[in-house]
């Protein structure tokens, strides 16, 4: 696609649900990103891919995220259990690979845990 | 670890002021630095880049000079328009790295 998309753009959900945030990065983009944005704060990262692999996944708040990604493409974040601490935008971030340092971010999908 | 620290906002300006937005940084060897901005209801974008000492990224009329010495990436603008209301990242990611980490931002307000 032209752009990194990401979907749902907005999620509203009970505290104790699942949720599952989705990103189609920017097609030929080997290298993957997911951050989290909370209210006032700066970009926290989460995980990185290259291809399918995650090399570091030392973002992950908890055992209660995870994520994938799959054909070298499309990335699913999945949240179990929502706690109204994991109320924030997460972006997502693609680039043509691991170490050029250039991002291309979609416009987030803001999460709100009630 | 690597970190950035960039000036806390609100940045307010009148049109056609000067502006600077302090970016310092800590890092291991020789980090590449960058500024993104987020304009409201957008994603983040690149803004300009600096990948070794003493470059200068420039874009849009924003420009930023990477200082070894003093471990910084200020960004500077001659004259801010309303339409540069947003708010800015300074960024950097270590030669050889893979991991992108970003200061805090600084929100920007321009009155007409």
């Known amino acids: 696609g032209a752009g990194v998309s990401q979907s749902p753009s907005n999620k509203v959900t009970e505290k104790g649900k699942d949720v599952e945030l989705r990103c189609d990065p920017i097609?030929?983009?080997?290298?993957l990103y997911w951050y989290r944005q909370s209210l006032g704060q700066g970009l926290e990262f989460l995980i990185y891919?290259?291809?399918?692999?995650?090399?570091?996944k030392s973002g992950l708040p908890s055992d209660r995220f995870s994520a994938e990604r799959t054909g070298g493409s499309v990335s699913t974040l999945t949240i179990q259990r929502t706690q109204q601490e994991d109320s924030a935008v997460y972006l997502c971030a693609s680039s043509r690979g691991g170490d050029t340092g250039e991002l291309f971010f979609g416009e987030g999908s803001r999460l709100t845990v009630l | 670890g690597d970190s950035v620290t960039q000036m806390e906002g609100p940045v307010t300006l009148s049109e056609e002021a000067f502006l600077t937005i302090n970016c310092t940084y800590t890092a291991t060897g020789y980090p590449s630095l960058f500024w993104y901005v987020q304009y409201p209801g957008e994603g983040l974008q690149l803004l300009l880049k600096?990948?070794?000492?003493?470059d200068k990224g420039s874009n849009k009329g924003f420009e930023a000079t990477y200082r070894k010495e003093t471990t910084s990436f200020h960004l500077e603008k001659g004259s801010v328009q309303v339409s540069d209301s947003a708010v800015y990242f300074c960024?950097?990611?270590?030669?050889?790295?893979?991991?992108?980490?970003f200061g805090a931002g600084t929100r920007l307000f321009v009155k007409a």
């Open positions: 097609s030929g983009h080997t290298a």
């Open positions: 960024a950097l990611i270590r030669a050889g790295g893979f991991k992108t980490i």
């Open positions: 600096a990948t070794k000492a003493d």
């Open positions: 891919f290259q291809g399918n692999s995650a090399p570091d």
